[in-house]
């Protein structure tokens, strides 16, 4: 049993009733087990974060600032474990599994960047009106709690806990129950840098911890990732004490393909975008919208570069995709194949499982599939990707934005000035052209519509855990 939850900058055994089985999908074999946080203990970490806040906030920017870089030093040190974590608790290929090690060492560093500025944000505000002033001040939200899902649980943490602690706010963070074991690193590196005490709590445990940090009338606000349905209990806990809530939810996200693209270019994109961590992506790429013109040429090349891809084992074999990281998404997947075949779905690679041990699916595209098909319209959250044609531009805008989501959008196009204009019309949080899914910390992450409230990375993530104040002084 690992002694698992960081609070008030102890390590503590939990003492919660859920027992959590940390497992290996490429066997669905266990290879740890933990037992989860208890509702009292998840008080105890935000009192620790509360009795931490009044000096962690009056510490100088440039403080925290290097607080943060030493995260970014020390995730670097722990560079070859945390990759062989993710590759084992994941099932990420090594190469994935390296660039979300870097993807969160880059995120410390920024807003250790950030932090340092911080001092010049506090400005004196022009007013028009003679015989006053004002000025600025951004003062932290004050304690957050932060839960997080397990598809990229060392980046999506990082994307919260940076900011946040760069604003001066103190956490509890609540990592998925899938993926426990990976975020501890954070608390190790806590240790090792002698951040004071309750600055930085984690808590391990299911929905019942989860839940006992989103209703704790402790927080004064809660950033959430995950499923549209716990976001949805979150909000109501949020509403329940009108505290604000950052919510980052699902996707099902388009990709445009116009017919003047180099078909073997465009099968790369979109393969990429949906086949990235196993599909395993809020910005999964699930929906193809390929023009008439070019549709017999790349769905066959689609095909097989979907068939030629190599599934496995990431810490065994050389590999594209590995398993899914779950039995429970495996389960869910398989339960789609199930649907499109009673929907009579024409199916032109995978809509399977793997006959292996393990949770592994094989990389799945269906093509003409129904506007109103289950497949179409619902988040999968694996490597199974929907086909659609269309005709015209406004054609492909309308039904790329015909969802009830809206995180993020690909265009592929050799016409750049349509390219920026269907990206322009698009109802989504991000737009990508003629590119990958590649992530960049300056710029912002977040949906619209049913994908979610708010705005992480870039300064909008800081601005998350701000407060604006404004002090105005009478001169006369
Ligand atoms: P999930 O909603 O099941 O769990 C997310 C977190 O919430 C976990 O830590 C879980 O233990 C906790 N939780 C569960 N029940 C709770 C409750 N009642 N109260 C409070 N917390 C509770 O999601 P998941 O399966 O871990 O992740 C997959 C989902 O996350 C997908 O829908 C995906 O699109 C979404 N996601 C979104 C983004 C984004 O940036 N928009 C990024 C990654 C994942």
Known sequence: MTTSHYIAGRWVEGQGSDCISVNDPAFGQPFAELKAASVAQVDQAVTAARGALPAWKNTSASERAAYLRGFAEQLGQRREALITLQMRNN?????????????????????????????????????????????????????????????????????KLAPALAAGCTVVLKPSEVTPLIEQAYGQIADALE?????????????????????????????????????????????????????????????????????????????????????????????????????????????????????????????????????????????????????????????????????????????????DSRLWTEEIFGPVLCARRFATEEQAIAEANDSRFGLVATVCSADLERAERVADALEVGHVWINSVQAVFVETSWGGTKGSGIGRELGPWGLSAYQSVKHVTRCLG
């Open 91 to 159: 099932g990420k290929p090594r190469h994935e599994a390296e660039i979300d090690l870097d993807d969160a060492i880059a995120t410390f560093g920024y807003y250790a960047e950030l932090a340092e500025q911080l001092p010049s944000k506090n400005r004196d505000v022009p007013l028009a009106a003679p015989g006053f002033s004002a000025r600025t001040r951004l003062e932290p939200v004050g304690v957050v709690g932060l839960i997080v899902p397990w598809n990229f649980p060392l980046v999506t943490s990082a994307w």
């Open 195 to 371: 951040l004071p005490a309750g600055v930085l709590n984690i808590v391990n445990g299911k929905a019942e911890t989860g839940a006992a940090l989103s209703n704790h009338n402790g927080l004064d606000k809660l950033s959430f990732t995950g499923s549209n349905s716990v976001g949805s209990q979150v909000m109501r806990s949020a509403s329940a004490q009108c505290r604000p809530v950052t919510l980052e939810l699902g996707g099902k996200s388009a990709i445009v393909v116009f017919d003047d693209c180099d078909v073997g270019q465009a099968v790369e994109w979109i393969v990429a975008g949906i086949t990235w961590n196993a599909g395993q992506m809020c910005s999964a790429t699930s929906r193809l919208l390929v023009q008439d013109g070019i549709a017999d040429a790349l769905l066959p090349r689609l095909q097989a570069a979907l068939e030629q891809l190599r599934v496995g084992n990431p810490l065994t074999e050389e590999v594209d995709m590995g398993p899914l990281t779950s039995q429970a998404q495996w389960l869910k997947v398989a339960g789609y194949f199930a649907t499109a075949r009673e929907e009579g779905l024409q199916c032109l690679a995978g809509g399977k499982a793997l006959d292996r041990d393990g949770w592994f699916v094989s990389p799945t595209l269906y093509a003409d599939v129904p506007k």
